[in-house]
Every structure is written in C-alpha cells, then in structure tokens.
C-alpha cells in the first residue's frame, strides 16, 4: 500500500515538470526584429534610402505596443519629418499570419561616406519604453560622384580685349569623377572663345582634386556695357541603383561684365593767348563719364588760375580740348649766362603731368595720368596787347630778349669794330685828297661839316 502512494506521488510530481515549461511558452511573447531589405543597394553617399524592418512574434502569446525605433549615427541620418520611433498595437503569436509586421524607414546617407560597410542600430520594447533591445545591421554604403562648377577667374571683361578666363572643376565627392565633358556659352554670342572652341574634355578627376579649364575669351566691340549670362554645362559618369553607367549632369550659371575701363591719350595741342591747350582722346572701346582732367602740383611747372577743368563724358574715339594758363616754373638763365644756355634752355623738352579721372561703365570712379613733353618754345604764342603788338609771357625770355642779350654782352667789340670801319673809310678818302695838297685837318673839317648837312637835311625832310 505505501508503495502504491509512493509511485502515485512520483507520476504527479514527473507531470507537474512536464506541464510547467508548456503553461511557460503560452504566456510569453517573442520577438524577432530583422533587417528585410534596403534600397538601393548599396546605398550611395549622399543619396536617400529605404530601411524594411521586419518585427516577426514566434511566440506562443499576443504582443501588445510594440516599439521599434531607428538610432542613426554617422553616416546616416532620418529624412526630416520621418518618425524615428513606430509601434505596433498588436502582433498576433505563431502560427498566425499576423504575427509579423515590416516597419519603413527612409535614411538619408551623408555624402562624406565612405566606401563599405556601415552599422545602423534598431532598437524594440514590449514594456512601453522601460527596456529595451537592441539590434545592428551593417548596411553597404558606395560613394557617390559629386561636381562643382566654379568660376572665380574674370567678372568683367573689356570690350575688343583678349581676356584669359578660368572655370575650375572640384570633385567635392568621395568617389572619382570620369569621362567629364565642360562647355559654355553667352545665348547672345558677344563673348566668345578664342583660338579654340568652348568644349573640354577630362577623363578623370580624383576625390578632393580639382583642375582648371583655361579659356581665351573676346568680347565684342560693339558689345554694350552691361551683365551678360554665361551658361555653364557638366556631364559625367556615375554609377546607378543597378551599378550600371550613366550620365550626370550639372546645369548653372555664372555672371560676367562686359565693360569697365577705357585708356586716354593726352596731347599738346596749342598754346595761344596764354593759355596752353591739350588734346583729350578717348582711346579704349567703352565710353568714360564725368571726365574731368586735372594739372596736379609738380616739380618745373605752375599754373594759373584752376588747375582742373570738367569736359563731360567721352565715348570711344572721341576727342575734346582742354586748356590751361601753364607756365614754367623753371629757372632760366640770367642776362649775363651764355646765349648758348638761353637757347638749349628753350629747346630742351620738359614732361608736365595730366591727369584724367572719369567714372567707368561700371561706376567705378579712375584716374589715368599721362605724362606729355613740352618744351617753353611750345609756349612762346604770348598775349596780344591792345596795340596788336606781341606780348611775351614774363616766365620766358623772347627773340627780342636774346637779342638785347646779345647786343649788351658784345656791344664793346661792335664799337670798336664801327670805328675801325669808319676809319678806313676816312682814310681812303683823305688819299685820294692828300695827292691835291689837302691837308687832313681841313679834311676832317670838310668832312664833319658835309656830315651835319646831311642830317640837318634829314630832320628837316621828317619835319615836313
């Protein structure tokens, strides 16, 4: 009998233990969470994709408030406005057709990735947030072909001027650029190239390097000044969602301005009434506005009065006249110098400076000083006086003064010399005498009597 009890006691207790593990499963949930797929794949670097999480219930009870939430880290970040954190009301326990859901995330890759494998955590909770389990999967990530255009050599060309204009292409990406075509255009064709045409060829550029496309460029003569549209194109090769070839294309613009300066000759052109007068030319190809031009304060030269006249704007090939009382502010020589220094101090030429400042077609307000050769006898026109005779100007000695110079230096050996002649010629006529008997002092007498005659004579006649 206690045998009995002892074996019936043994059965239950072995069918207690066999029963507990199955009472166990019923209740418990469990939770798969696995990566289904992403889109593309690889993923490219600075491109979007699609994240599918599968979350599969193989337990033997219902799940309830599921959370499942991304946890992105570098290089991968949440599309603004996608949710990081989804749940599930309820996943049905196997084997329901209900017990698994799939979760989509849209993941934005940075384009600083790099080529290969990178880890992107998801995380899950059956207990509303209190705990939590965490999962990583390795997602394929290639770099992605990144152009940039950038156009930093010329922003103003000047009309009829060869121009040399540079466009540098930067591979900003982390995979090399191949098979590159570059070409420009100005819709209008007032710039152009110049000893070849307006398309490049690169075959290849790696990640961080650049290069630059070098361009002879020419605008038109006849081009107005203004801001002209440049059209900027770049294909290139990359590789698509499937790893096959296609192109690339980057489409932009960059401004130019055609205009700018312009250049002057400056010239002498007269020097009349005191006043010296200098030819203004506008030489370049793009008007200039405002003109003014100015004699500065130099070294040799003085003016007087103003020193600056305003002559309005000056398009291209015009001239105008612009006039000045210059004088020169030189020493010259004294009366008793040397004539020889007088005359190369009057043909030695002098430089005066003369600047021109005007306002560009860009707005930009310039000076261009010239430097033009003058020599004083460029200056030596004078005044008129009421009387219609010349007056010199006080600065510059004239002819007439070279010559009163002249006189007052040698005027001794022009006396002597007159008197040398005068007494020749006494003494050729008192030979020709001296043979009748005459003597030379009645000679001289006779001789000096006939000599005022002759002017008394001549004061009478201008009487009359």
């Known amino acids: 009998m206690k045998n009995e009890k002892l074996f019936l006691i043994v059965t239950l207790f072995l069918i207690g ?6 009472v166990t499963a019923v209740s418990v949930a469990n939770l798969e969470v696995t990566l289904l797929t992403q889109y593309p794949d690889p993923a490219r670097a600075g491109d979007t994709m699609e994240l599918r999480v599968n979350v599969r219930n193989s337990g033997q009870a219902i799940a309830e408030n599921v959370l499942v939430e991304v946890v992105p880290d570098f290089p991968f970040n949440l599309v603004p406005g996608e949710p990081a954190r989804k749940e599930i009301e309820m996943l049905s326990f196997w084997p329901s057709n209900a017990n698994f859901k799939t979760l989509m995330y849209k993941i934005l890759v940075d384009k600083n990735a790099l080529d290969g494998q990178h880890e992107i955590k998801v995380k899950y909770s059956t207990t509303g947030g209190d705990s939590w389990t965490i999962k990583s999967f390795n997602i394929d990530v290639t770099s992605k072909e990144f152009a940039e255009i950038i156009y930093i050599d010329k922003t103003k060309i ?11 292409i930067n591979n900003i990406g982390n995979a090399p650029l191949q098979n590159m075509v570059f070409s420009w255009n100005e819709p209008d064709n ?6 070849t045409d307006n398309t490049r060829y690169i075959k290849y550029i790696a990640p961080g390097e650049s290069i630059p496309l070098k361009y002879t ?21 990359i590789k698509n969602s499937s790893s096959a070839t296609q ?10 301005f055609v205009g ?9 052109s007269d020097s009349s009434n005191g006043e010296t007068s200098f030819s203004i030319s506008n030489i370049g190809s793009v008007p200039a506005y405002s003109v003014s031009i100015i004699i500065p304060k130099q070294d040799g030269w003085r003016v007087t009065g103003s020193n600056s006249m305003i002559i309005g704007n000056l398009n291209k090939g015009d001239y105008t006249i612009a006039s000045f009382k210059l004088q020169s502010a030189m020493s ?21 400076k003369v600047q021109v400042i005007y306002t560009d077609t860009m707005g930009k307000r310039n000076t261009v000083e010239k430097e033009v050769s003058l020599n004083p006898s460029n200056l030596m026109a004078g005044t008129v006086s009421s009387d219609g005779s010349m007056v010199m100007p006080a600065s510059f000695p004239g002819r007439r003064g070279i010559q009163q110079s002249f006189f007052s230096k040698y005027k001794w050996y022009l006396l002597v010399g007159i008197i040398l002649i005068l007494a020749i010629i006494v003494y050729i006529r008192y030979s020709k005498r001296a043979d009748k008997g005459v003597k030379l002092k009645e000679f001289l007498k006779e001789e000096a009597g006939s000599l005022l005659a002759k002017i008394k004579r001549i004061f009478k006649r201008k009487k009359k």
Do not use: C, H, W
């Open 17 to 22: 233990i066999m029963l507990i593990p199955n």
């Open 158 to 168: 000047i009309p009829g001027q060869e121009t040399e204009m540079t466009f540098t």
């Open 190 to 195: 007032v710039v152009l190239p110049v000893n």
């Open 217 to 237: 460029v020419i605008a038109s003569v006849n081009a107005e000044p203004d801001l002209y549209m440049l059209n900027l194109n770049l294909e290139y090769d």
């Open 247 to 256: 192109k690339e294309s980057i489409v932009t613009q960059a401004g130019v």
């Open 260 to 268: 700018g300066e312009t250049d002057f000759d400056v010239a002498f």
């Open 332 to 352: 010259r020589p004294t009366e008793e110098e040397d004539v020889n220094e007088k005359q190369s101090f009057m043909q030695d030429s002098q430089t005066v």
